[in-house]
């Protein structure tokens, strides 16, 4: 069999080779699950609109999915279709989260000698926030950046407990005035993230 063909560090290395493929199927197919209903709403309004219309079709039949459509029409979301000279405020808005997020991941990058290290069960929270944070500089309204990360990445706020003095200070401060200044300025229609 295997044991006598390879020895025992030949199974261990089958092992986790089988092991990591049952992960990755198993990662695979909870991402198809989340993503199912996604599609399957953007599929019934393709058929419900797109498919028998009397003349022409809207705007958004030709691009597949509406929301990505809506997205870019009305709000400039695109890959760097945000990045205009005059959207440098919204850029200085977002520049604390980013920087924070930043910190966070090249902290965390840091802590590993190898690559192969890097994947363990923390690396899903960090992978996430620097995704998201990726994503959103990239092909966002980068203004709603600093809502979209705190909602979304509570690793956030726990990274933020380990820092030290005086950064620790500067982002409670940041925080804080966040949750004020955005209670404020957001429901009044301000350019707050």
């Known amino acids: ?4 063909e390879y020895g025992d ?3 261990q290395v089958w092992q986790e080779r089988r092991l990591s493929l049952f992960r990755l ?4 197919l909870a991402a198809a699950i989340i993503i199912a209903p996604f599609y399957l709403f953007q599929q019934y309004f393709a058929i419900l609109y797109c498919g028998s219309t009397v003349g022409s079709p809207p705007e958004w039949c030709t691009h597949g999915i509406s929301y990505g459509h809506i997205q870019r029409h009305y709000w400039s ?9 005059k959207q440098l405020p919204n850029f200085h808005l977002a520049a604390p989260i980013l920087l924070l997020v930043g910190l966070l991941t090249a902290d965390y990058l840091r802590r590993f000698a190898n690559l192969a290290d890097l994947v363990t069960r923390d690396s899903v929270g960090y992978g996430h ?3 998201l944070a990726l994503i959103g500089v990239l092909t966002m309204n980068v203004q709603v950046l600093t809502r979209f990360l705190i909602s979304s990445c509570p690793l956030i706020f726990l990274y933020a407990t380990r820092l030290q003095k005086p950064l620790d200070l500067l982002v409670i401060c940041y925080f804080v005035l966040f949750a004020v200044a955005g209670t404020v300025l957001h429901p009044t229609f301000y350019p707050w993230t």
């Open 1 to 4: 069999g295997i044991n006598a």
């Open 9 to 11: 560090e030949g199974v």
């Open 25 to 28: 199927t198993k990662t695979l």
């Open 77 to 85: 979301n695109g890959l760097f279709l945000y990045w205009e000279a």
């Open 129 to 131: 926030v620097t995704c």
